[in-house]
């Protein structure tokens, strides 16, 4: 199988390993791996690689995300979603009107620092940081630096509001539910979680277990249009799958998607007017 990616709505309910399980079963194959982690409660955009695309995932990892999301008002979980304890809770609260939440999402769009949920795969000193936080044990999260595109009021009810976001990697929804509330002086916890996009792949598109198959295979290059594509000249092309370098007038590029004559060879990088091979497809992958 020369495989390809996979654009999945996963349902919610299941584990992103979960779905490449799946898949594996489905494709007959152990070489599959998932691009972006999707929380089990969540559903959604989940890009599954399946053969020698699996090669080309870590390229998916700066692809900006859109998601619509639902944020409860009035609890707070330890987790920042309804699969923890709850920590807070607000009887008989007022709810936001829609100023106040348009006014309160302006805060966040741009670049914010913020700090995920201790329930979280973020390594703390080696260690996953929801082993420690199931241990109870003390530790600090480290705060980061994430990037928010837009926040959009969608929907508003008697406890909930419903929000349309793009953003950045690296960006924790459920942080975003918890310091909104703060914004509000309201304890909050998200409650339901799509993702609506990963890059190229986007929800309309995606397909479920139900009607996965061979067909379902997008080409490798067809998904890494986010990267800058370079036109490589054909009497260097075995040049580049062998690793050996090229000298070109070009500036410094970290990630190109290389391609010859129509035909997608690989990711390339240019460092000191060399261009260098660093995944490329070959014939015995």
Known sequence: MNGGFINLNKP???????????????????????AGTLDPQASGVLPIAVGRATKFIEYLADCDKSYRAEILFGTATDSGDLDGEIVARAENFIMPNVDDINAALKFFVGEIDQTPPKFSAIKIHGRKAYDLARKNLAFEMPIRRVKIFRLELVDLNENSATIDLDCGKGTYIRSLAVDLGERLHLPATLK?????????????DALTFDNLDLRGLLPIDACL????MFELAEHRVRAFVNGLPTTIDH????????VSNGQFLGVGRIERGELR???IISCAD
């Not at 249009?225 to 800058?228: E, Q, R, V, Y």
């Not at 500036?251 to 290389?258: F, P, S, T, Y």
């Open 12 to 34: 919610a309910g299941m584990t992103s390993h979960d779905a490449v399980n799946r898949v594996r079963k489905i494709f007959l194959t152990r070489k599959v791996g998932h």
């Open 192 to 204: 339901n979680l799509i993702r609506t996009r990963v890059g190229d792949f986007n929800l309309n």
């Open 225 to 228: 249009n986010h990267l800058p």
């Open 251 to 258: 500036a410094d590029e970290k990630n190109l998607r290389v």
């Open 277 to 279: 091979s660093s995944k």
